[in-house]
Every structure is written in C-alpha cells, then in structure tokens.
C-alpha cells in the first residue's frame, strides 16, 4: 500500500509539472478578485497555475499580483477582439491551460498570446506604479527641462521600466528554466520582448496648456502609455506579417533564423514561430479547437470573416433575424431626444 501511496504521489507530481508551462498564470484571469484574498504572501501558494519561481516572485511583490490578474485579463480581452472574425478566435477554456493546445504549439497564434499577454502585465504593473498603488515603483518625475519643441516637461511620466523589468522576471520565467536550448522557448522569449517592445515603441506625449484664459504660454507635457488598444492593433499586425523561422547553431549558441533566405530579416519589433498553423476548421476539443461551424459569417467579404473562408467552404445556413433600433428621433426643446423603435428583418449566415 505504501507502493501505492508512492505511485499516487509520483502521478501527482508528473500531472503538476507537466500542466504548468509557458502561460498557464494566464489563469490567474479565470480567479476571483485577488484583492481581499491576497493579503499576505502565504496566500501565493494557493494560486494556481503559477510556476515555482512565479509563487515567489508573488511572495516578494504580493502587491504586484493584483495587476499581474488585470494584465492577464486585458491580454485575453484583447486577443478576443483582435481575433473575433478570424477561425480561431481566442475563446478560452475551463481548465489551467487557458488557450489549450494553441498556445503552446510554437504556431502564429501562440506568438500573439505571449507578446499580448507579457505585454499586458507590462502595461498593468506600470499603470499601478503611475497610480501610486504600488510600494516599489511611482512615476517619473524625473523627466525635468524644457524641450526642443519648447515645452516644459513635468508632472507624471509613466515609467515603464519596472513593469517591463517585472514583466521579464515573472512572464519570461517558465521560458528561463527551460533553457534556451529549447526552440519553444528561444521563441517565446522573442515575442514576449517584442510585446513589451510594442508599448514601448508608442509611448505618446500628453499636454497641457497653462496661461489666461486658454493662451497657452506654458505647455507642460507627460509621456504616457498608448492604449491597450492600440498595443493589440500594433501586434495583430506583427501577426499577420510574422516570420517563420527554424532553430541554427551558430558557435555554441542556437538561433532563430528565418526559414527561407528570401524571407526579409526580423527585427526584435517582430513576431516569429516556428510551426505552421492548422486550419483550425474542425472542432478539436483535445487541441482546444473549437471548430468554426455555428460561426456567425459575412456573405459580401471576401476576408477571413466571409462565408467562403471563415466556414472553410462548408457552406452556410441562412436565417432571418429582427433588429430592434432607434430611428426618427427628434429633438425637443430643451432638452431631450425621442426616438421611436424601429423593427426590421437582417438576413444571418451562420457556418455549417
Ligand atoms: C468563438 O467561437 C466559438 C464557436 O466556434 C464560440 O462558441 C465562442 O463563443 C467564440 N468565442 C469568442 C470569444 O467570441
Ligand atoms: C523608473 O523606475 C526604475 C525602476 O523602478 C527606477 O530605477 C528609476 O529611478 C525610475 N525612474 C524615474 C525617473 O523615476
Ligand atoms: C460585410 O462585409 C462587407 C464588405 O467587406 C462590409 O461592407 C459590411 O459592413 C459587412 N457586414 C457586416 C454585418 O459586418
């Protein structure tokens, strides 16, 4: 019975190694607020889908992980939307590996998810250290003088280096102990630096005048993050021209180099991967593939969210659904809008 017990605990320790890898803290974003729970760093160990490192870092910055969540979350919201005509559409599921089989199988998409996701907890921490909610971080003041362009520099600078310092600690971590021997993890080291990149390459002054009655004599100016928005839309372009690559020894070292000599070199801006992706047509809940059939579709587009492509040539129902909108609206004097409620019949084309 003892040999039993033995086994039982071996089976547990393979299933926990095994199910935390690269992304799996992505599901810090499916746990409850962290806020009340997380008072004291021996809750850490309580969080699931955290590799050891991770559960220690959180041991030392306890107070960071409330952002590390939030980050997780914008990554996933963001990759929905970037994603939601597109086959594969981002859609998460139940268990710890949050994106399933995708988001580990060296493809394009799994390129998105950790520039988005090391890229989201980058754009959190250094959002909190701004807001003056963490301990170890605040905002820099230290950007002092005038400019060429003759305005004076003051007030709050976002100072994304703690949060991009703290985004390679915690998000490159798993990669880190896998080696760099590994092409996974050459290769998701690479895009999580180019996610972090792209905050960094669109930070964006912000103004203000000062001087009577809106004259602006003095113009005191900040630098802030983009909008998370834009990061995605910067990345969803990096997707869609990512570089395939294989891995090379050069010396001791192993590099990635794109797979074809007519391919243009990458920058550290860029996306690369090593796997072509699957077609992503057929429902594969093992992969975490959800299949595009039931998939809301665009007769007229000839893009990825047309009929032809988006139900990889299935064909398509068609239903007729009712729209209720707001129409004839009048102004009344002073001051209100009436509309009245319009119904009207919208043709729906649904994948086979
Ligand atoms: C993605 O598509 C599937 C159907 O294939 C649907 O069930 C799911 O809700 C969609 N997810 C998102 C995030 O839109
Ligand atoms: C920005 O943050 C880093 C890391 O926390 C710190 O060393 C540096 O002094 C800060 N810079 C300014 C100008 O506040
Ligand atoms: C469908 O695609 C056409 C052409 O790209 C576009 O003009 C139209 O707005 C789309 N319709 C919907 C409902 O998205």
């Known amino acids: 019975s003892s ?13 926990s190694v095994r199910h935390i890898c690269a992304v799996t803290w992505l599901y810090l974003a499916k746990q409850p607020s962290l806020r009340g729970t997380l008072r004291d ?16 870092i959180c041991q030392r910055q306890v107070e960071a992980m409330d952002s590390v969540k939030h980050g ?5 919201e963001e990759c929905q939307h970037q994603f939601h005509n597109r086959r594969w559409n981002c859609s998460t599921l139940q268990g710890l590996q949050v994106f399933g089989k995708v988001a580990i199988q060296g493809t394009r998409e799994s390129a998105f998810i950790h520039a988005i996701s090391s890229a989201g907890v980058a754009f959190a921490v250094t959002r909190a250290c701004s807001r003056g909610e963490l301990e170890k971080c605040g905002c820099d003041r230290k950007i002092h003088g005038v400019s060429p362009e003759g305005f004076q520099w003051s007030g709050c600078s976002d100072n994304l280096s703690y949060g991009i310092a703290f985004s390679q600690a915690f998000v490159d971590n798993p990669e880190r ?8 993890a050459l290769m998701n080291l690479h895009n999580n630096e180019a996610g972090r990149k792209a905050i960094l390459s669109h930070m964006k002054v912000e ?3 000062h001087g009577v009655s809106g004259s602006c004599e003095v113009r005191t100016c900040w630098k802030v993050m983009p909008p998370f928005h ?6 969803k372009e990096k997707f869609e021209g990512a570089t395939e690559v294989h891995p090379k020894r050069v010396g001791s070292r192993k590099l990635l180099v794109p797979k074809s000599s007519r391919f243009k070199p990458y920058t550290a801006h860029d996306l690369v991967y090593l796997v072509a992706s699957p077609d992503f047509c057929d429902r594969d809940p093992h992969s975490g593939v959800f299949g595009t059939s039931g998939r809301q579709c665009n007769r007229t587009s000839h893009g990825m969210d047309g009929c032809e492509l988006l139900c990889c040539g299935r064909g398509f129902h068609t239903a007729q659904a009712e729209v209720v909108e707001r129409c004839s609206c009048k102004f009344h004097w002073c001051c209100s809008v009436k509309c009245k409620q319009c119904r009207h019949l919208v043709e729906v084309h649904t994948c086979r």
């Open 3 to 15: 040999e039993k017990m033995e086994i039982v605990q071996l089976y547990v320790v393979l299933i």
């Open 41 to 56: 760093s021996s809750a850490c160990e309580g969080l699931k889908g955290l590799a050891e490192e991770q559960v220690r």
């Open 72 to 76: 997780a979350e914008l990554a996933i």
């Open 177 to 184: 102990s896998r080696g760099v021997s590994s092409s996974r």
């Open 207 to 209: 103004c203000k005048c």
């Open 230 to 235: 834009k990061v995605g839309n910067v990345l």
